[in-house]
């Protein structure tokens, strides 16, 4: 453990700041230099508690921002709709969470100021500071696939917070619910049945909402080439440059600048 900390004896560079990233299978959190988005150190990655209730996760969290040395202002994304702060909605966490106020619940466990918001908004966010131009142009839909399917909604760089698309209904039953990369390991789906999924679904979302591009992240972006070339819908798709650092990018970026949807 000290050897963890040797690295940060240190205080913390300005330039720097800390995300942390709750997802339905694990918790990461990093420090991250804004000046490239690029990380500080390791990332440091704990299993998400089994059930994931709001004491539960907030104590991982604690035990990462201390393990790390950090004492800095932290941004921590959820699976969730956050609004003014409070919690309203649970696809993939404990239920218990929906009503949570995240300021009262975090405040219990960190010693320094935070910020919470939705894990997609995040990754967009930090897609729009630092990947491809394409995100910065026009009306751009950024697409987390994980444990569920994200949503942020771009409109030349800016964001529309808590869009949540992933639960729009697509042939029979949700979108996430067929084409998320869970679904693809629960069902051992094949690349190519599971990339088919995801067209239909990419499909629906570009008849409906017209973007000039989807932008594709969560850690199954990082094979993109291996099933981007299923894809057969008129939009370009393209795999996000910060693949699945930008949620905690994006959560960084939050605590510095004190963004709070």
Known sequence: MT???????????????????????????????LATGEFVGDRL?????????????????????????WDGPVGITMPSVVKNQVI????????SWIGIDAQELFGA??????TVLNDADAAGLAEVAYGDDI?????????????????????DGQLFPNTEIGHLIVGEKEAEQQASSAVKDREELKTKQWAKRVNRVLHD????????????????????DK?????????????????????????AMAAKEGIRP
């Open 135 to 155: 995100a910065r142009t026009g009306p751009v839909i950024f697409l987390t696939l994980g444990t569920g399917i994200g949503s942020a909604f771009l409109l």
């Open 109 to 114: 466990y960190l010693d320094a100021p935070f």
């Open 3 to 33: 050897a963890q900390h040797s690295e940060h004896d240190v205080p913390h560079h300005e330039g720097h700041s800390f995300g942390i990233d709750v997802g339905g299978s694990g918790i990461k959190g990093a420090e991250v230099d």
């Open 88 to 95: 309203r909605s649970a696809a993939n966490i404990d239920k």
């Open 227 to 251: 099933w981007g070339e299923y894809l057969s819908i008129d939009t370009p798709v393209v795999a996000a440059q910060l693949r699945n650092r930008a949620g905690i990018v994006g959560a």
């Open 45 to 69: 990655k704990i299993a998400t508690p089994k059930p994931a209730t709001p004491q539960a996760v907030a104590e991982v969290i604690s035990h990462i921002v201390s393990e790390k040395g």
């Open 205 to 224: 979302y570009e008849a409906l909402f017209n973007p000039s591009a989807f932008i594709i992240g969560g850690g199954i972006s990082r094979k993109f």
